[in-house]
Every structure is written in structure tokens, then in C-alpha cells.
Nanobody
Framework: VQLQASGGGLVQAGGSLRLSCATS????????VGWFRQAPGKERDFVAA?????????PYEDSVKGRFTIFGDDAKSTVYLQMNSLKPEDTAVYYC????????????????WGQGTQVTVSS
């Protein structure tokens, strides 16, 4: 199982970025995929997740609801995180991960992780 995150960068407050998480073919549709972020000196926090199947769900962390959207592209085996109305407090390294078991909101529930991509939002 391989995941590769990309799309980070520097953006002004109020701007937008789209992060991509390219997955190996065996991952997409088999594992729920989550996005987490980690700011300097802080823990890795849940941002959003996407599940597949009859009960597709897309849970979000409260502070990003209405601003961020997670979605997948089956043809590209890629999960995206569209981030709008960015705020300086969104600055962090963003990681995507494949879920194994347990709560979607908790990082120990994810077994496979991609490398992070830096998002910096200037005020």
C-alpha cells in the first residue's frame, strides 16, 4: 500500500489549495483514506476522511467543515482535499493515510502513511 501526498504550498489567507493523495491501485476503494495535519510543536490532528461502499461517509474536523472538501477520483486512484477560505491556523504539514481499523478520527487507526506536504497560509 503506497500513498503519496502533493499539492502543498504558500497561499494568502482566503486563498485555496488542492492537495492530492495518489494511492497504489490496491488501496483505492479498498481502504478509507484520511487527511491529517501537524503544526510545529503540536500533535497530528484529523482533518477529513472518505470511505467507500454502501455507506460512503466523509467525516470532517469541525474547524474545516464548509471550507474543505474531500473527494476521490477512481480513474486516477487519487484522493483530493480541496481547501478553500484558508486561514493562517491551517498552516501545517498535511498527511494522507490509509485506514485499517477503529475510529476515522484517530491517527492510530491508520496503518499506512504517505509523506507530508507543507501548507503555509500567510496573513
Amino acid at each position: 500500500v503506497q500513498l503519496q501526498a502533493s499539492g502543498g504550498g504558500l497561499v494568502q489567507a482566503g486563498g485555496s489549495l488542492r492537495l492530492s493523495c495518489a494511492t497504489s491501485g490496491s488501496t483505492f476503494g479498498s481502504y478509507a483514506v484520511g487527511w491529517f495535519r501537524q503544526a510545529p510543536g503540536k500533535e497530528r490532528d484529523f482533518v477529513a476522511a472518505i470511505t467507500w461502499g454502501d455507506q460512503d461517509t466523509t467525516p470532517y474536523e469541525d474547524s474545516v467543515k464548509g471550507r474543505f472538501t474531500i473527494f476521490g477520483d477512481d480513474a486516477k486512484s487519487t484522493v483530493y482535499l480541496q481547501m478553500n477560505s484558508l486561514k493562517p491556523e491551517d498552516t501545517a504539514v498535511y498527511y494522507c493515510a490509509a485506514h485499517s481499523s477503529g475510529s476515522y478520527y484517530l491517527s492510530p487507526s491508520y496503518r499506512y502513511w504517505g509523506q507530508g506536504t507543507q501548507v503555509t497560509v500567510s496573513s
